[in-house]
């Protein structure tokens, strides 16, 4: 895996994010460590989309106990109608204009996946910046998937307010794991990660069990 330190240059300073290319496992590691730690938005490109949803879909079952649901739009299908599927689907565009603060391993929030996002127009594009899910309150992390000319689609200066959101940037290379070895490194990434989704599990069911054998407490009213 290479890490390549890319740059957006908009008027003044420079934006940097960290870009990964990544066969099939580590690039599925990448999204999953970034959606953990809490980034806002991720990228993930790659030439053959039913590979590159293969990587999104297993993202999005690993992802972790605190995503409160997944919302997938492919840009392809819903065309310029595209904000308004993100109104039919309860997330907001918040009127300051700003990302909520996402903390790593916060409990509560809402993953959009937005596939094929290449074609998306700019009004699109800047609406990522600061989505709510207005039926829960919870902030929104975006993954955006798309085929090789999505890097250079973004990287422009006016998406340079949808840059500064990206911790990183994925590309896709190799494809499919073709050889034993590609196979078993992604078969011991999802495991990894599997083993991860049981444990919080226990530690909830802990938890939950502790507070129900608690005594509850008086109130005068």
């Known amino acids: 895996m290479q890490d390549t330190e890319g740059t957006l240059p908009p008027p003044g300073r420079r934006l940097r994010f960290s870009h990964v290319r990544a066969g099939p496992a580590r690039a599925l590691q990448a ?30 079952r690993l992802a972790g106990r605190y995503l409160s649901r997944t ?5 392809r299908e819903v065309g310029s109608g595209f904000l308004g599927q993100l109104e039919r689907s309860g997330l907001t565009v918040q009127e300051d204009g700003r990302s909520a603060v996402l903390a790593p391993w916060q409990e509560a929030r809402t993953l959009l996946i937005v596939d094929e996002a290449e074609l998306l127009d700019n009004k ?8 709510q899910d207005r039926r829960s309150g919870n902030p929104v992390q975006v993954i955006l998937g ?45 495991a990894r990660a599997e083993a991860r989704l049981r444990a919080q599990r226990r530690i909830l069911a802990i938890f939950a069990s502790d507070a129900d054998a608690a005594p509850g407490a008086e109130m005068d009213c």
């Open 31 to 60: 999204l999953l460590h970034a959606l953990r730690r809490g980034d806002s938005l991720v990228a993930l490109s790659a030439s053959v989309r039913s590979e590159r949803k293969a990587i999104l879909t297993q993202a999005e």
């Open 124 to 131: 699109a594009c800047r609406s990522l910046c600061a989505l």
């Open 146 to 190: 798309g085929g090789v000319t999505l890097m250079p689609r973004l990287c422009r200066p006016e998406f340079a307010d949808l840059w500064r959101l990206v911790g990183v940037a994925v590309t896709l290379e190799g494809g499919a794991p073709r050889f034993e070895g590609e196979v078993s490194a992604l078969r011991e990434e999802i």
């Open 71 to 75: 919302i997938w739009i492919n840009v």
